[in-house]
């Protein structure tokens, strides 16, 4: 099961018991409770294996973006595409050099599909924007900090058919 499947499945799951769900998909994540005072929002959140979830964002956006392929001009082949030797940085191809305000929400965006390293780092921490200049392991504590205020985390990679 991918992202989207679980999801799906969890979206199911809160129709059977009547419940309300909201998620965040692609964008810097939330911290829990900080935008919510209710006492019975119950946080979740799902992630791949880092290295797997790199390639699969390199299959399916890196070689060529999603937006490109879509062009019904546009026929992909080896020679148009980017090669995964150059997958290395915190924005892909390349390191992150700029942010994007994010009026909607108050914050910079960050965007999961368009990273290869330290994604989940970024993705957590909300600290990713170059002209902060945030040292990484600053990041990866803030990152621990929301992530460990999560009341379910479910590795996607560990789930198994039970058949």
């Given amino acids: 099961a991918g992202g989207s499947s679980m999801n799906k499945y969890l ?8 419940l309300h769900i909201e998620w965040i998909e692609w964008k810097a994540m939330e ?7 209710k006492d019975d929002t119950f946080y979740v959140t799902h992630v791949r294996e880092p290295i797997e979830r790199s390639i699969s964002h390199f299959k399916y956006n890196g070689r060529w973006p999603c937006r490109t392929l879509m062009r019904e001009d546009f026929i992909p082949t080896e020679e148009n ?7 290395n940085g915190t924005q892909g191809h390349e390191e992150k050099q700029q942010c994007h305000w ?3 929400r108050g914050d910079t965006q960050f965007y999961l599909g368009d ?6 780092i970024q993705w957590f921490g909300g600290l990713s924007c170059p002209r902060w200049s945030v040292p990484m392991d600053l990041q ?15 590795v996607i990679d560990k789930l198994r058919d039970p058949k």
């Avoid at 979206?11 to 009547?18: H, S, T």
């Avoid at 911290?31 to 005072?37: A, K, R, V, Y």
């Avoid at 990866?140 to 479910?154: E, G, P, Q, R, T």
Wanted: aromatic share 14%; net charge neutral.
């Fill in 31 to 37: 911290e829990p409770g900080l935008h919510f005072d």
């Fill in 11 to 18: 979206v199911k799951v809160a129709q059977n018991y009547g």
């Fill in 81 to 87: 595409a980017m090669q995964l030797e150059t997958w």
């Fill in 140 to 154: 990866y504590d803030v990152a621990m900090s929301k992530l460990l205020k999560y009341n379910l985390i479910v």
């Fill in 115 to 120: 990273c290869a390293v330290n994604c989940y």
């Fill in 102 to 104: 994010n009026r909607g």
